[in-house]
C-alpha cells in the first residue's frame, strides 16, 4: 500500500557522527511493530582509516537503499567495524541517537545469553528437563532417559495438565525444537524431532532464569545492563503510552493498516524474554560487540550458541538456528543474524565474525503483513549489500 501521508512525513534521513562512547531484529507470532513519521535529516560520516574500504561502500549503499526505498522507513540503523561505529542513521520523526525500540525478537539473544551465563555459573544443565526447573521435577528427566531406553515415548502416556512434556530440555526451548504448547495442551510434537519457532518456548526460559535466580526477569535484565554499562536496554512492562511516559525516550510504535496508528501493544512478564525488551540502537549495538568478543561468556558457551543444530524455514535460504541466533556460511561466509516483528516495531542484526563487522537496525513501524516480501523488503536489500561487498572483498583478499 503507498501512502502519499508518508511520502511527506518521512522527508530526509539523519546520519549522525558516531558516539566515542559504547557504555552508553520477535518474527511474526508474538511479535509485531510500527512507524515514525518524517523528520528533517542531517548527514554526517564519521571519519575512520576504512573511509575508502569497502565499509565506506557499504554505508553509501545503504543510506541510498533507506533514502530510495519505496516503503516508508523510521528507525535507527548503526554499523560497526571492529566495535566501532562506522555509520549512524536516524530516519523518523522524534528519532534520535538515544531513542530507545521495542527489540522484539532480538530480545531472544539477551535471554540465551542470560542462560549461557547461568549455565557457566553452574545453575543450569541444558540437557535437564523443563519440569525439573520449574515444578522441582527431579525425577521427570529419568523418567524421560527411560522411556527413551525403551523405545517409547512418555508422553504418548495420559496428558499430565499439570506439567509440560516430559521430554523437554532447555537446549530444545534455546533451538525452538521443543514443541512446546501451553499447560493442559498435549506436545505440538515429540520434543527435537523438528523446528517449530515459539514465542511461548522463550518466555519458559525466562520462567527458568527467575526460578534459578530467585528474582525477575526485568530484575534481572537490569541488574546485565547495569553491569555491562549497556545504557538504553531494559525491561518495562504496560503499556507503549504509559512506558513512554517514564521513558520519554521511547519511541511510540505505529502500526501500518489501512491508516497509520500507535499500534495497541502492551509488554507484559510473558512477552519480555521472547520480544519485549527495550534498547536503543548504540546499546543493542554494545551488546553485541561484546557478545561476539566473547566477554558475556565462557568460550564453550559462545560456541554452544553459535553452533547450527537445525535447519530452519526463513525469508533467507539455508539458514539454520542454534541459540536466539540464526547461523548461515553460504558462498563460505558466516553470518550470525535475527530478526523482529511485533506490533509497532521491527528489527534486524547481522554479525560477520569474518570481518568483526555488526549492523543493528530497529524500527518503529510495523509494516502491513498482507505483503510479507515487502514487509522485509528493505531488510533483505540491506543484508544483501553487507554481503555483496564483504564477498568481494574475500575475493579480492582485501580489507573490508
Known amino acids: 500500500m503507498r501512502l502519499s501521508v508518508i511520502s511527506t512525513l518521512l522527508t530526509g534521513f539523519l546520519l549522525f557522527p558516531s558516539a566515542n562512547s559504547f557504555g552508553l531484529l520477535l518474527e511474526t507470532g508474538a511479535e509485531q511493530e510500527q512507524i515514525g513519521q518524517g523528520s528533517n535529516s542531517i548527514a554526517v560520516e564519521s571519519q575512520t582509516t576504512s573511509s575508502v574500504s569497502k565499509v565506506a561502500e557499504i554505508k553509501t549503499l545503504i543510506q541510498t537503499a533507506i533514502k530510495d526505498s519505496p516503503q516508508p522507513f523510521s528507525g535507527s540503523v548503526i554499523l560497526l567495524e571492529q566495535g566501532k561505529p562506522q555509520f549512524e542513521l536516524q530516519k523518523g520523526e522524534g528519532i534520535s541517537q538515544d531513542s530507545r525500540f ?4 532480538l530480545s531472544k539473544q539477551i535471554t540465551a545469553t542470560l542462560i549461557l551465563q547461568a ?7 541444558l540437557t535437564q528437563t523443563l519440569n525439573h526447573y520449574l515444578f522441582g521435577d527431579a525425577e521427570g528427566k529419568n ?35 521443543s514443541g512446546v504448547d501451553k499447560l493442559g495442551k498435549a506436545n505440538r510434537f515429540e520434543p527435537g524431532s523438528q523446528f517449530e519457532y515459539s514465542n511461548f518456548g ?31 536496554l531494559s525491561a518495562e512492562l ?16 505505529l502500526q501500518e493498516s489501512e491508516v497509520i496508528a500507535p499500534a495497541d501493544l502492551v ?18 549495538a ?29 525469508l533467507w535460504p539455508n539458514m539454520r538456528y542454534g541459540y536466539g541466533m540464526r547461523i548461515n556460511k553460504d558462498d563460505g561466509l558466516v553470518e550470525y543474524s535475527h530478526t523482529g516483528y511485533l ?58
Do not use: C, W
Open 202 to 232: 522463550y518466555s519458559l526460559l525466562g520462567q527458568v532464569l527467575e526460578k534459578v535466580n530467585h528474582q525477575s526477569f526485568a530484575e534481572q535484565v537490569a541488574q546485565f545492563a547495569t553491569r555491562y554499562q549497556f545504557n538504553g
Open 267 to 284: 509488554l507484559d512478564e510473558a512477552l519480555l524474554p521472547a520480544g519485549g525488551l527495550i534498547a536503543s540502537a548504540p546499546a543493542y
Open 238 to 253: 504496560g503499556s507503549i503510552e504509559a512506558i513512554h511516559a517514564k521513558v520519554p525516550s521511547l519511541a511510540v510504535g
Open 343 to 400: 506490533s509497532g516495531y521491527m528489527s534486524m542484526t547481522l554479525h560477520y565474525p569474518e570481518f568483526n563487522l555488526d549492523l543493528v537496525m530497529l524500527e518503529n513501524l510495523s509494516l502491513n503483513l498482507n505483503d510479507r516480501a515487502r514487509v522485509f523488503e528493505l531488510h533483505n536489500q540491506i543484508r544483501q549489500i553487507i554481503r555483496s561487498q564483504l564477498l568481494l572483498a574475500k575475493a579480492s583478499n582485501v580489507k573490508p
Open 143 to 177: 523418567k524421560a532417559l527411560k522411556g527413551m531406553d525403551a523405545g517409547v515415548n512418555p508422553s504418548a502416556d495420559a496428558l499430565n495438565t499439570s506439567q509440560y512434556d516430559e521430554l523437554i530440555t532447555l537446549h530444545q526451548l534455546l533451538t525452538h525444537t
Open 119 to 125: 549455565l557457566d555459573a553452574g545453575k543450569l544443565d
Open 286 to 314: 554494545a551488546f553485541q560487540h561484546l557478545l561476539h568478543s566473547g566477554k558475556l561468556m565462557s568460550a564453550k558457551s559462545y560456541q554452544r550458541m553459535t553452533t547450527a543444530y537445525t535447519e530452519i524455514q526463513f
Open 102 to 105: 521495542v527489540m522484539a525478537s
